[in-house]
């Protein structure tokens, strides 16, 4: 569920534009792209010298939430379904991404800023999956 109580549009627009300095940075100190599932899977991969800036990467990404305890309330995550699904949902995502070779933070945020044609149609079909998925849980299910 959207906590729609804590959604601020300057909080969104804020956050949004610290990922674009994020990714920006990445892209200009280090050339890479900030994807979090190439990323992530970089470091399965165990590539030499490519495991350093990985980590730490996700390490920020990891001890960020924490970080941001110390300036204000995270906004409370309820998820109601059972441990079965989730891992269902993961699997899926993470067969996806590595599929189309990327998630929503390469292909939406990097993808898309760079103009990529790939990025624009993984972009359009996820949230079109995301809407039919919505649509179908609430309208069909209920």
């Known amino acids: ?3 729609w109580q804590s959604f601020t549009p300057i909080s969104a627009l804020t956050g949004g ?3 674009g300095l994020a990714i920006a940075l990445l892209l200009i100190v280090a050339g890479r792209i900030a994807g979090i599932s190439g990323i992530v899977g ?4 165990l590539r030499k010298g490519d495991f350093a800036w990985r980590a730490a990467f996700v390490s920020g990404l990891l001890l960020a939430p924490w970080l941001w305890r110390g300036f204000g309330e995270l906004p409370l995550v309820r998820i109601e379904t059972n441990y079965g ?5 993961g699997l899926a995502v993470g067969l996806g991404t590595r599929y189309g070779s ?6 939406g ?3 898309l800023s760079r103009l990529s044609l790939r990025s624009v149609v993984a972009t359009v079909l996820f949230i079109t999956m995301g809407m039919a998925a ?6 069909s299910l209920s």
Do not use: K, N, Q
């Open 102 to 107: 990327g998630c929503t933070s390469g292909h």
């Open 42 to 45: 970089g470091l399965i991969e």
């Open 1 to 3: 569920m959207i906590d």
């Open 85 to 89: 699904a989730l891992v269902l949902a």
């Open 134 to 139: 919505v649509y179908f849980i609430r309208y």
């Open 17 to 19: 534009m610290i990922i």
């Open 109 to 111: 945020v990097c993808g």
